[in-house]
């Protein structure tokens, strides 16, 4: 049966969609089946990818390839159903499957976030992102069978003089939900043309080793 894990915060821009893909991308890397469902109405993780969504790709299981490593993805339309009704499908065939949320709340959302058996929090890490990531923690609360794995640290930026005392805050209120690992801030995400294609020209720039690191982290 597949680990189903969902990457979910009420906070915008926190890294939810570059973790599922590149945190996809790591598990791959690890001889691991993988398949990452975009939630998201908004086409942000396709053109991630460099795909050219169509009306007839959406439900369609679509393979991407990086360097060696591959894994699929499947951009999910209105009607979420549909995609619920193939999750025994899945779980025979894949070892993880990551759900990309949006940052707003909605009745379906809810319904998926009921069949996960855990839940990575990204935070970027800027005291701003408290209040959003107490929300979430409130929302998640009330589905007694969910469990949130981690608190994911992103955007970190050693030369911010606040870092170490966003950190040292964030593990003295949170302690044991705080992941080890921490993703660093870096250039190359934060371009508007860059797509996970650009990984094997970029690499180690775009903090691929970070995400490697936390799969890791996850599997243990």
Known sequence: MADKIGIYSIEKNCGKTTTAAFLAESFATLSTNVLVIDLDQRNDFSKFLGIQLKVSDLGQVMQVKVGQSAWKYLKVGQDSGLFLNRMEEFDDEFDYILFDFP????????????????????????????????????????????????????????????????IKFIKENFSDLVYDTIISRNYYLGLPSFTIENLNKYVPNVGFADYLKLANEIQK
């Open 103 to 166: 940052s707003f709340e909605s009745d379906s959302n809810t319904e998926i976030l009921k069949i996960l058996n855990k839940i990575i929090i990204p935070i970027e890490c800027e005291f701003y992102g408290i209040d959003q990531l107490n929300l979430t923690i409130e929302k998640i609360l009330e589905m007694e069978s969910l469990k949130i794995d981690g608190i994911l640290l992103t955007k970190y930026d050693e030369k911010n003089q606040i870092m170490p005392k966003f």
